[in-house]
């Protein structure tokens, strides 16, 4: 039996170290061997932890406990905590989860007596990649493109730091994709991304007719987005988006570029730019549109919209 103890806010990453213990195990029986628990009150993670394999062979329990962090157990409590952990299966493996919000710098309290315990065990922590470590970014998007068979133009690499940040999953799925547009060429170009990839230039030209009240320029740039992905991964990267820029336009009074960089996931560049193109845009029209399009997403993945796209059309044009 080995406990180990994951926490930070690089998502993809500690789901990527997960996989790995997961394919360990007898794919015949993943149902029975492989258990995920979210935050389970406490006397249901004194059972989980004391959890033994149904069959032969090894088990594998993830447990996500960032809700553990922000409360105190008793003395009493954290001894059966450490008694459960100690006195697993040996063919049973524990993962503590504590995943937090992208960019947010937030961490579990080191000072709490779950973290000493937890950290006496295999503890790692996974931080996103600031943006402006570009080379620290380039080396994992050359990495992924490595494993895929791919080779990326150094232009091709800026563009993805630049439209995409430091999300890396979001990086690792736009490259799957432009291996599918590139076969059977490997080689990637920066015209390549533009074509496939939603940029921020491809969202603000959007969003700059649709927040100055030109709906017929709007609704022909949406038309173009549709081109590039199906409408619904559309208004995810508009909700995305539009997030951060809420998140400029109330905080740019206070903060630096540099600041709101690492506060957005953007690079200090795009983040300039990003400023400077709404500084016309209303802050309350922002806040509209990012409500309209949740509800839009809602009644579409809900099934109460039958129409998908019209659903989205209503939402950005109201």
Same mark, same amino acid.
């Given at each position: 039996?080995? %406990?180990?103890?994951?926490?930070?806010?690089?998502?993809?990453?500690?789901?990527?170290?997960?996989?790995?213990?997961?394919?360990?195990?007898?794919?015949?029986?993943?149902?029975?061997?492989?258990?995920?628990?979210?935050?389970?009150?406490?006397?249901?993670?004194?059972?989980?932890?004391?959890?033994?394999?149904?069959?032969?062979?090894?088990?594998?329990?993830?447990?996500?406990?960032?809700?553990?962090?922000?409360?105190?157990?008793e003395d009493k409590e954290m001894k059966q905590i450490e008694e459960?952990?100690?006195?697993?299966?040996?063919?049973?493996?524990?993962?503590?989860?504590?995943?937090?919000?992208?960019?947010?710098?937030?961490?579990?309290?080191?000072?709490?007596?779950?973290?000493?315990?937890?950290?006496?065990?295999?503890?790692?922590?996974?931080?996103?990649?600031?943006?402006?470590?570009?080379?620290?970014?380039?080396?994992?998007?050359?990495?992924? @493109?490595?494993?895929?068979?791919?080779?990326?133009?150094?232009?091709?690499?800026?563009?993805?730091?630049?439209?995409?940040?430091?999300?890396?999953? *979001?990086?690792?799925?736009?490259?799957?994709?432009?291996?599918?547009?590139?076969?059977?060429?490997?080689?990637?170009?920066?015209?390549?991304?533009?074509?496939?990839?939603?940029?921020?230039?491809?969202?603000?030209?959007?969003?700059?007719?649709?927040?100055?009240?030109?709906?017929?320029?709007?609704?022909?740039?949406?038309?173009?987005?549709?081109?590039?992905?199906?409408?619904?991964?559309?208004?995810? @990267?508009?909700?995305?988006?539009?997030?951060?820029?809420?998140?400029?336009? @109330?905080?740019?009074?206070?903060?630096?570029?540099?600041?709101?960089?690492?506060?957005?996931? *953007?690079?200090?560049?795009?983040?300039?730019?990003?400023? *400077?193109?709404?500084?016309?845009?209303?802050?309350?029209?922002?806040?509209?549109?990012?409500?309209?399009?949740?509800?839009?997403?809602?009644?579409?993945?809900?099934?109460?919209?039958?129409?998908?796209?019209?659903? %989205?059309?209503?939402?950005?044009?109201?």
């Amino acid at each position: 039996m080995a %406990v180990y103890f994951f926490y930070g806010d690089e998502e993809f990453d500690i789901e990527q170290e997960v996989l790995k213990f997961k394919k360990g195990l007898d794919k015949n029986f993943l149902e029975m061997s492989f258990k995920t628990f979210d935050n389970p009150k406490f006397s249901d993670l004194i059972s989980i932890l004391r959890m033994q394999p149904m069959m032969f062979g090894k088990m594998l329990v993830v447990i996500k406990c960032e809700s553990y962090f922000s409360k105190t157990f008793e003395d009493k409590e954290m001894k059966q905590i450490e008694e459960a952990l100690e006195d697993n299966s040996d063919n049973t493996d524990i993962v503590m989860l504590a995943i937090y919000p992208r960019n947010e710098g937030k961490k579990p309290d080191s000072r709490k007596k779950l973290f000493k315990l937890l950290s006496k065990y295999n503890v790692k922590d996974f931080p996103s990649i600031p943006t402006y470590k570009t080379a620290e970014l380039e080396g994992r998007i050359k990495k992924f @493109a490595k494993s895929k068979d791919l080779e990326l133009e150094k232009d091709a690499v800026n563009a993805i730091i630049s439209q995409i940040g430091n999300n890396l999953r *979001q990086i690792n799925g736009e490259l799957d994709k432009l291996k599918l547009f590139a076969y059977p060429n490997k080689k990637i170009t920066k015209k390549m991304l533009n074509e496939l990839c939603i940029s921020n230039e491809d969202l603000f030209a959007f969003s700059d007719y649709l927040m100055t009240g030109e709906k017929d320029k709007a609704l022909l740039e949406y038309r173009k987005l549709l081109e590039k992905k199906y409408c619904l991964e559309i208004v995810s @990267a508009l909700q995305t988006m539009i997030r951060k820029w809420i998140t400029l336009k @109330a905080k740019s009074s206070k903060l630096s570029a540099f600041e709101l960089s690492k506060l957005t996931g *953007q690079h200090e560049y795009v983040v300039k730019l990003s400023l *400077q193109k709404l500084k016309n845009t209303n802050l309350k029209d922002l806040v509209k549109l990012k409500r309209n399009l949740t509800e839009a997403e809602f009644n579409i993945k809900s099934g109460m919209s039958l129409d998908v796209e019209q659903e %989205v059309e209503n939402a950005l044009f109201r």
